[in-house]
């Protein structure tokens, strides 16, 4: 696997959310994709901050990013390694200036998540994960100065940092809430005392890898690019991300992009 550094993925993320947050301070303008999902300007400027540092610093390394989705099965298929983006995860929640919106970079290695991370511009916090290292959360991230990877590990906290709780804690989507997820909290409820907390974007997989949450149940559609980063994150905190139909962990660059239901376990 090639070298990537974390420090690197920091810097190329707090450009994209420069990028992004010169957008949300003013009136936003959204355009609508093909798929009927919005599209804003702050996408395609932090789409360009990525190309532009991932090219820059790691040109052998192919990007499959949701605003450069057009490339063929057959192009990627054969890919060992491969960056996977999201720009703008949670444009509705940008549209909706609520903050809750994130930057995903994710380093798929032989269809598996090896690093991801992701930053919250309005939140200035960035969480990242890596395989054999663990998951972090530094947060004040575009003034913490870091000066390398051990620099960036050093001044941040390792999660999860919550420890369990009488209370079953599940993440929810402020967007897009089915009938399943509802099911799902209603049977852990017949044993537990549950607590639903509802969350945009990504964060969602953060709030796993911290603790704050213990299921994250997602029986709806999403792309690869939402979940990649999470998934990494999560995994390097301890947790799990399993397929709805058979458990099995969650893999990438499938020939069609939309994901499958899943489940998001925190830390055993």
């Not at 420090?7 to 609508?32: M, N, P």
């Not at 192009?75 to 930057?103: A, C, H, M, S, Y």
């Not at 309005?122 to 000066?147: M, P, Q």
């Not at 995994?235 to 939309?258: I, M, P, S, W």
Request: aromatic share 10%.
């Amino acid at each position: 696997m090639a070298e990537v550094s974390l420090k690197k993925l920091l810097d190329i993320s707090l450009q994209a959310g420069h990028e992004i947050l010169d957008v949300y301070k003013k009136d936003i303008e959204v355009e609508v994709k093909e798929d009927d999902s919005p599209l804003t300007q702050a996408d395609q400027r932090s789409h360009k901050a990525i190309m532009n540092g991932l090219q820059d610093a790691y040109a052998g390394i192919p990007v499959l990013s949701e605003e450069g989705r057009d490339i063929s099965y057959e192009e990627r298929k054969d890919w060992k390694q491969f960056f996977l983006v999201d720009p703008l995860d949670g444009t509705k929640e940008f549209i909706k200036k609520n903050g809750e919106f994130t930057v995903n970079i994710a380093l798929i290695d032989e269809k598996y998540p090896a690093m991801g991370v992701i930053y919250a511009p309005v939140l200035d916090t960035f969480y990242f994960g890596r395989e054999g290292l663990g998951a972090f959360k530094l947060e004040g991230a575009s003034k913490a100065d870091v000066a390398d990877e051990d620099d960036l590990v050093e001044k941040s906290v390792q999660l999860p940092e919550v420890t369990e709780g009488s209370v079953v804690n599940v993440v929810a989507s402020r967007s897009h809430m089915s009938a399943e997820t509802e099911e799902f909290i209603d049977g852990l409820r017949a044993n537990k005392e549950v607590d639903v907390v509802s969350a945009g974007s990504s964060l969602k997989f953060c709030l796993v890898a911290e603790g704050k949450a213990d299921f994250y149940p997602r029986y709806a559609p999403t792309m690869e690019w939402d979940t990649g980063a999470g998934q990494a994150i999560v995994e390097a905190a301890g947790g799990q991300v399993l397929r709805h139909e058979d458990e099995e962990r969650f893999y990438y660059n499938r020939e069609n992009l939309k994901n499958g239901w899943f489940l998001v376990k925190g830390k055993a």
